[in-house]
């Protein structure tokens, strides 16, 4: 619901920065299509279901891959801005949108397959966003430094899977809270610096 709602916001904000609040409009969208696959996944049980299964399983990597391109490209106008090298940059991170699509279609369906394609290009906004954040006077990047983390934590949650000695709070209920407060603040990080006139 958070990703949803992120982006319809996105899509209806007008933005100076184009290309970059496309970007984040397709990580929240890619987001959102592999939480919803990741949800009726566990409607259809593998042993039960194996197609189907399966078939749910390989859209939340490929939809996870499709978030990881366009971090990628956000890192590169954070970096470089826009012009010609994000047009070459396109380029190469389809091409290796191609090579992970490959290696999920003969690979496991496995979250760590995920996890190994968003987790590089998450890690370098992060660090991107926390340089930022020490020397411009814009709180919109301290909630992407936030943010980013909060949504690491629920990575690791989600790997984990722990179990607490809790009817209502399991893991499963930590994971939503802390994915969805650190997409929020993502939200509001791109959501600010695609409106920005100079980065």
């Known amino acids: 619901a958070t990703c949803l709602v992120c982006c319809w916001k996105l899509w209806s904000q007008s933005a100076p920065r184009k290309n970059l609040n496309r970007n984040f409009l397709g990580v929240f969208t890619a987001t959102a299509v592999a939480a919803i696959a990741g949800g009726l996944r566990h409607s259809y049980p593998a042993a039960t279901a194996a197609q189907m299964f399966t078939a749910l ?7 996870a891959g499709v ?4 971090l990628w490209l956000i890192n590169v106008q954070l970096l470089l801005g826009e012009n010609r090298s994000l047009r070459i940059s396109r380029w190469i991170f389809r091409a290796l949108l191609v090579v992970y699509l490959v290696t999920v279609w003969h690979h496991g369906h496995t ?3 995920a996890l190994a394609a968003y987790l590089p290009p998450a890690a370098i906004l992060f660090v991107i ?5 020490m020397h411009a006077k814009n709180r919109f990047y301290f909630l992407g430094v936030v943010g980013l983390l909060l ?4 990575a690791a ?8 000695n809790s009817v209502y709070l399991t ?4 994971y939503d809270v802390f994915e969805g407060f ?4 993502v939200y509001l990080f791109g959501s600010r610096i695609s409106r920005l006139t100079s980065l």
């Open 57 to 63: 399983s390989a859209s939340v990597l490929v939809f």
């Open 67 to 70: 978030a990881a391109y366009n």
């Open 111 to 113: 979250f760590l397959t």
């Open 129 to 133: 966003a926390c340089l930022r954040a």
């Open 151 to 154: 949504c690491f934590i629920a």
């Open 157 to 164: 949650i989600e790997i984990s899977r722990f179990q607490l």
């Open 171 to 174: 893991s499963d209920v930590l």
């Open 182 to 185: 650190g997409l929020w603040g």
